[in-house]
């Protein structure tokens, strides 16, 4: 699916988002995601987690942030699983749309959640 239009994504590496679950099963990740207000849809890879925002997101103020993540719209597509698709493997939904079209999710509950995830890598092993 294109991106740009509808919304844009964030992507999150899989390693980033099981560090601040301190787990990588799906129902703990999303409690983990859902405590940094990151409820909107979210599709889940092997690689990697793509968080749904609002369109525009990638080209505004995400572009300068620094926060080491891709923020990817215009010009980008991402694939997407259909509603209740779950898959073995590959590309699903760990948090479904609710077909609104108005449940993304803010870019700064996505920055609040990389600053968490900062904190935990300087923190003492």
Known sequence: MPLGR???AVRLAATTVHEVADDTRPHLVRAALGVFQLCGPVIRTPRAYYVLVPPGTAGGAWSD???GADCLGDGNYLGV???GDHPAVGCQWLVEP???GRDLTSP???RAFL????RREGAPA
């Open 6 to 8: 509808h919304f844009d």
């Open 65 to 67: 942030a620094g926060d």
């Open 81 to 83: 699983p259909g509603p």
């Open 98 to 100: 609710d077909g609104t």
């Open 108 to 110: 700064d509950a996505v």
């Open 115 to 118: 600053g968490a995830a900062r």
